[in-house]
């Protein structure tokens, strides 16, 4: 009887670890390959969890945290954008707290996206198109927008054009805050 249940025991074991292993391996977005992939950076320092269970428990941990701090700098980069047009339309009195809130609204940003960006990998990927790849492909747009905002605003102060650039800076934000609210929106979508 003890034989039977060890069998039965490694089994179940053996088949629960196969459940584990990445599923379409070769559609693994580009930067987890070279994070996670079987000679990725993170494998190279021997960096992270041992288990390929653990692996998947912090990938959650991670994309649940990354969920909650994006949704805050998505209300942080509302309340921005709706400064920055009060100042657009001649009421400068908001210089001051568009500069400062800026600072934090970019940081809370730059961290949500690290949490996905240096997450382990999923369990599975597939070749079709879903909400979470479109999801992917708009915070490449809202990504650049993020790294580009900050200089765009300190140019407008130093421009030879300031109309334009500050125009610049505009839609640039804009552009930044629809496909971030469109990204996270694809979030809650079944498909």
């Not at 009887?1 to 070769?26: G, H, P, R, W």
């Not at 509302?78 to 707290?97: N, R, T, W």
Request: proline letters at 3%; aromatic letters at 14%; glycine letters at 4%.
């Amino acid at each position: 009887m003890k034989y039977v249940t060890f069998i039965f025991i490694f089994i179940c074991f053996a088949k629960s670890q196969s459940d584990l292993d990445i599923q379409n391996i070769e559609q693994m977005p580009l930067h987890t390959k070279i994070l996670w992939g079987e000679n990725g950076f993170f494998r190279q320092l021997n960096f992270g969890p041992k288990t390929r269970k653990d692996e998947l428990k912090l990938r959650v941990k991670m994309l649940q945290n990354h969920q909650k701090l994006a949704l805050l700098s998505l209300g942080m980069l509302a309340y921005q954008s709706s400064l920055g047009y009060k100042m657009y339309e001649g009421d400068y009195s908001k210089l001051s707290s568009h500069r400062k809130f800026s600072t934090i609204t970019w940081s809370f940003y730059m961290t949500s996206a690290s949490l996905s960006y240096f997450a382990p990998p999923a369990q599975k990927y597939e070749k079709r198109v879903s909400s979470m790849k479109v999801h992917r492909w708009l915070s490449y747009i809202h990504f650049a927008g993020m790294m580009a905002i900050p200089f765009l605003g300190k140019n407008i102060s130093n421009s030879n054009d300031y109309d334009k650039a500050l125009r610049l800076h505009k839609n640039v934000a804009t552009i930044t805050v629809t496909s971030m609210s469109l990204s996270a929106l694809l979030t809650i979508l079944p498909y």
